[in-house]
């Protein structure tokens, strides 16, 4: 069957930090993957995208990779600040018939502690 | 910078009753989308519109559930006769094109609670 997951627990780190947070996925061959944030109560904000012939992706302090071997990006918040304090949610496009949707993953809490 | 509007942000409405949620994308976005989230869960993709059409729905989109462009800003969500379980987050979407490779900007979502 097709999932998509990522990291169930909440991850708590240090101010100061690298944040990793993991993507993977099965039986889907997705072009492209977008990460989100999402704060309580709010709708998602993008962050990222990145094309399958893409490895790695910066942005500020945020950088994603993608490994369609292994099936799974990684999203890397470096220098960690307690306002990074959020649920982020990975999401990869799905060609269903001649239309694509975005696909999500139930997101990893992220606590960022001074 | 422009952003997605939804209204109302908090929807309370008997069981059995039509709901009608209401949207305001991005004005130069072509596509438009509709997702659920109910409370813990994932973002659940309802439906995809383009060219004043469906282009794409999922199976939690039935017969109970339509879209609308009215007029050339506002996109509605219709549910006819709401259950227990249609209450969750209710986010709409939309993007400048359709395809996978294009960020979708979301609005904050209508809290939709069924009694």
């Known amino acids: 069957s097709q999932k998509i997951e990522q990291n169930s627990e909440a991850l708590n780190i240090q101010e100061g930090k690298t944040a990793t947070l993991t993507c993977n996925y099965t039986?889907?061959?997705?072009?492209?993957l977008q990460w989100y944030r999402q704060d309580p109560g709010r709708g998602p904000v993008f962050l990222l995208l990145?094309?399958?012939n893409e490895k790695e992706k910066r942005k500020e302090r945020l950088k994603v990779t993608f490994d369609t071997t292994l099936k799974q990006s990684l999203f890397h918040i470096t220098a960690s600040q307690p306002a990074d304090s959020a649920t982020y949610l990975c999401?990869?496009?799905?060609?269903?018939?001649?239309?694509?949707?975005?696909?999500w993953g139930l997101g990893t809490s992220l606590a960022v502690n001074p | 910078e422009p952003e997605v509007t939804q209204t109302p942000s908090h929807q309370v409405t008997q069981m059995g009753q039509e709901v009608i949620l209401r949207c305001v994308p991005i004005?130069?976005?072509?596509?438009f989308y509709w997702y659920r989230q109910i409370l813990g869960q994932k973002v659940e993709f309802l439906v995809s519109?383009?060219?004043?059409?469906?282009?794409?729905k999922s199976e939690i989109f039935d017969d109970q559930f339509s879209v609308e462009r009215p007029d050339g800003s506002n996109f509605t969500l219709k549910i006819r006769s709401t259950k227990l379980e249609d209450s969750a987050m209710y986010f709409c979407?939309?993007?400048?094109?359709?395809?996978?490779?294009?960020?979708?900007?979301f609005g904050d979502g209508t809290r939709l609670s069924i009694l």
């Open positions: 039986n889907y061959s997705p072009a492209y």
């Open positions: 990145i094309r399958e």
């Open positions: 519109f383009y060219n004043n059409e469906i282009s794409e």
């Open positions: 004005s130069n976005h072509l596509y």
């Open positions: 999401a990869l496009d799905h060609n269903a018939g001649n239309n694509r949707k975005l696909i």
């Open positions: 979407a939309s993007s400048r094109q359709g395809v996978g490779n294009q960020p979708q900007h």
